[in-house]
């Protein structure tokens, strides 16, 4: 469960880039301490042996495109050590293009969200500006809070917790029972709708066996596109009246069909889900709700049908608009974020079984962070380039990444080697039906 970014950085040195760290990254308090786990719960601790040399490696060869691919596909799989913060960046000054430097953070720390509002506060519009972090940034807040948002949050759905209630009504009797008779039903709604909902993500139908879901090796390999630009996408959501996600999912589901389409499958039969992170920060209770620059995981998973069997790309795009819109107005990104902050307070067996409900419902992460639209400076050198790759759980074994940044998008693609021994097809397939509709 650890994301990986990759950042193109004009001219950035060694240097300069630790004492960009000592004095700006480190100013956030999390990123000193690393989560212990106490009885049934984790919590931070600071990392009282702190060094950042632990931290910041360079690699000082000089890498072509190719040979970036490969290193940073074996730093996906080398572990991040348990005995100190989760989180490490590499800086290769002489790679080819401009400097590389990668970061891999685990996901405990922050959600996507929670990371590009971070670049933000951490990099500068111009140059020769200093990077201006919230006050909040200095101090460790708990997430524990946040485990009973989820409680109070499915309460509110149920129970009618307003100033108008029955109680405060003026009045006739005849009026305040009519009041108590809509209230009850209100109520008894909420509470149908609640079960139903809940059961349906439970109950939703696990995918199809195909190629997609072997047992898995644990060895992956990544890449990215070469940036393509974001008016692409626009267009045809303008065009078609629908999302820039639901253009991504669309070409996700086309890159999908052609891997399935050789194989000896019936694809009108063949049912897959891409799950994909939804932000609850809306559902939350003001009294939960994060301060500015609050690290946390605020996201709930919905899994959205993927349709490989229609023939045409339209239809494709249509059918994944409509279901978006349907998960979207469910409680089910609400229900799966309940879940996952309740798993962490069950024991272990358990947590297995509520992480194979996730597992068992998708054969693909599917993840679209919007970034900044205008270039951004860090330690005042330019970004040229941003991408990101969505860690996988359980037997997901395929993640498609979609980072948008200063006009520019970017596909990256991270997969077990059971499932894509070489991803860079898929990954074409993805930019290909993007370019189908132009």
């Known amino acids: 469960m650890t994301i990986t970014v990759l950042l193109r950085v004009d001219g950035l040195t060694a240097p300069v880039f630790k004492h960009f760290l000592e004095n700006h990254w480190l100013r956030v308090a999390r990123f000193r301490c690393m989560p212990v786990r106490k009885g049934g719960f984790w919590t931070w601790e600071e990392d009282e042996l702190f060094r950042l040399r632990h931290h910041l490696l360079v690699e000082p060869e000089v890498l072509d495109e190719a040979q970036l691919r490969d290193w940073v596909s074996a730093r996906l799989n080398q572990p991040l050590p348990d005995y100190r913060p989760r989180w490490c960046f590499w800086l290769l000054p002489r790679a080819q293009g401009g400097a590389a430097l990668l970061l891999r953070l685990h996901h405990c720390y922050a959600d996507g969200l929670s990371l590009i509002d971070l670049f933000e506060a951490l990099t500068t519009s111009v140059p020769d500006a200093l990077p201006s972090l919230p006050d909040s940034a200095g101090r460790v807040t708990s997430s524990a809070r946040w485990f009973g948002a989820g409680w109070e949050w499915l309460q509110n759905q149920v129970t009618l917790a307003e100033s108008g209630s029955v109680d405060g009504l003026d009045g006739d009797a005849e009026a305040g029972s009519g009041a108590r008779r809509q209230q009850l039903e209100r109520v008894a709604w909420n509470g149908l709708k609640l079960v139903n909902e ?146 962490g307070l069950l024991p272990k067996h358990w947590q297995e079984s509520v992480a194979d409900l996730f597992c068992r419902k998708a054969s693909a992460v599917v993840s679209n962070v919007p970034g900044s639209a205008e270039p951004r400076y860090l330690a005042g050198c330019r970004v040229r380039e941003q991408m990101f790759w969505v860690p996988q759980s359980g037997d997901i074994g395929l993640g498609v990444s979609v980072v948008s940044y200063a006009g520019q998008v970017q596909f990256g693609v991270v997969a077990d080697e059971a499932v894509l021994p070489d991803p860079r097809p898929f990954l074409d397939d993805c930019v290909q039906a993007l370019q189908d509709w132009q």
């Open 198 to 343: 809940l059961s349906q993500y439970i109950l939703e139908a696990e995918d199809t066996d195909t190629r997609l879901k072997p047992g898995l090796l644990g060895r992956r390999q990544c890449c990215w596109s070469a940036p393509v630009p974001l008016a692409a996408f626009r267009t045809i959501a303008g065009q078609t009246n629908c999302k820039i996600n639901d253009v991504l999912l669309a070409c996700v589901a086309r890159a999908l069909r052609q891997q399935l389409e050789h194989d000896a499958l019936d694809l009108d039969e063949v049912m897959l889900h891409a799950a994909v992170p939804v932000d609850i920060r809306g559902l939350l209770p003001d009294a939960v709700q994060p301060e500015p620059g609050e690290l946390g995981n605020l996201f709930g998973t919905v899994f959205v049908p993927l349709p490989v069997d229609a023939d045409s790309a339209l239809e494709r795009l249509y059918r994944i608009k409509h279901e978006t819109r349907r998960l979207k107005r469910s409680w089910q990104p609400g229900i799966s974020w309940g879940l996952m902050c309740s798993a």
